[in-house]
């Protein structure tokens, strides 16, 4: 049996240039700040954004209570354009998760912001109907957008 690989995407226009956003997503500080699940970030850099390469830990909530420790590598880091991560530990589970967000400033100064997620789910790995449906799921990858907007406006 080959592994799963769940796709989900969102997107949604901030009111802020691309460059600022894509900074302000890049930092692990601020992901607590604007990502629901995301209760805390640790590591040797998560007060600057972060650059292709470094990695740093998250503390997840989970659905239904309780929490998990992801690991997160930085894939790719364009500034302003793109900031793509990898899990490389998510909660001991033979899970890996791919989060990349794209930003495109529009003429106006607001920025169109994507978020995609694939996760890749071992053969043995269970995977309950929550988490296919949260995995899978286009509302929500979008959860972030209302904190980010938030967020960005009170750091003005």
Excluded: C, K
């Excluded at 071992?122 to 972030?144: C, K, M």
Aim: hydrophobic share 45%; charged share 20%.
């Amino acid at each position: 049996m080959p592994a799963l690989t769940l796709r989900a995407a969102a997107a949604g226009t901030v009111r802020h240039r691309a460059a600022a956003v894509a900074a302000f997503v890049a930092t692990p500080d601020h992901w607590p700040r604007f990502h629901p699940r995301s209760a805390a970030v640790t590591g040797a850099h998560t007060g600057r954004p972060l650059r292709t390469g470094d990695m740093v830990r998250e503390e997840i909530v989970r659905d239904g209570g309780g929490r998990l420790v992801a690991d997160w590598l930085v894939t790719a880091h364009d500034p302003g354009r793109t900031f793509a991560v990898r899990s490389v530990g998510f909660g001991g589970r033979a899970v890996q998760l791919d989060v990349t967000y794209t930003f495109e400033e529009n003429g106006d100064g607001s920025t169109l912001v994507r978020r995609a997620m694939a996760t890749t789910v071992a053969p043995y790995e269970p995977l309950d109907d929550a988490e296919r449906a949260a995995y899978g799921s286009g509302e929500h990858q979008a959860a972030f957008l209302p904190g980010l907007r938030a967020a960005l406006d009170a750091a003005r």
